[in-house]
T-cell receptor
């Protein structure tokens, strides 16, 4: 089974609107971390947001928030007030095990296009 | 700029050859990770080093090896190269933090095997 599933290969959103990128994960380890990264066409990987499995509150970083539903094993990324510069590939990733001690698995990514 | 540096930026070589990719982590980060990104396999974790010691291993081929030196920079050695090794190779680093191990990625080395 896939450890990280991103079911939306491509998404479109109108500038200034909010968009949700889906991510579901599969693990039996009680300790894990979930990450979202952005990869623009230039190729670099940019960290966006992190959620630990024991964190009680959903993570937020500026216009990014992570909708963490532990029972459903989902970690959707919400981008508010989309900007043209948000057009990129977005990857969901999971680290299983303790902090700094486990390997990370990445999903296949979602390509987001922001329309003017 | 993440603070992680990788050299070279581009590398073109032939099948059967050996190459070395170099990574310098962010100042103070003890962990270094290597990833391979290709069109057919996506982003694959290869290996993690922490303060010179191997800490986690992923889908790293036997033809590939890595090490982390006392100054914390790391090298990924790829030998007996095949066409399928053509990919973008990322290095990432993370701090020793009890609450998160967010990895900050370098700009990558694009390897082309002809």
């Amino acid at each position: 089974a896939q450890k990280i599933t991103q079911t939306q290969p491509g998404m479109f959103v109108q500038e200034k609107e909010a968009v949700t990128l889906d991510c579901t994960y599969d693990t039996s380890d009680p300790s894990y971390g979930l990450f979202w990264y952005k990869q623009p066409s230039s190729g670099e990987m940019i960290f966006l947001i992190y959620q630990g499995s024991y964190d009680q509150q959903n993570a937020t970083e500026g216009r990014y928030s992570l909708n963490f539903q532990k029972a459903r094993k989902s970690a959707n990324l919400v981008i508010s007030a989309s900007q043209l510069g948000d057009s990129a590939m977005y990857f969901c990733a999971m680290r299983e095990g303790q902090v700094n001690a486990g390997k990370s698995t990445f999903g296949d990514g979602t390509t987001l296009t922001v329309k003017p | 700029d993440s603070g992680v540096t990788q050299t070279p930026k581009h590398l073109i070589t032939a099948t059967g050859q050996r190459v070395t990719l170099r990574c310098s982590p962010r100042s103070g980060d003890l962990s270094v990770y290597w990833y391979q990104q290709s069109l057919d396999q996506g982003l694959q974790f290869l290996i993690q080093y922490y303060n010179g010691e191997e800490r986690a291993k992923g889908n790293i081929l036997e033809r590939f090896s890595a090490q982390q030196f006392p100054d914390l920079h790391s090298e990924l050695n790829l030998s007996s190269l095949e066409l399928g090794d053509s990919a973008l190779y990322f290095c990432a680093s993370s701090a020793e933090d009890r609450s998160t191990d967010t990895q900050y990625f370098g700009p990558g080395t694009r390897l082309t095997v002809l």
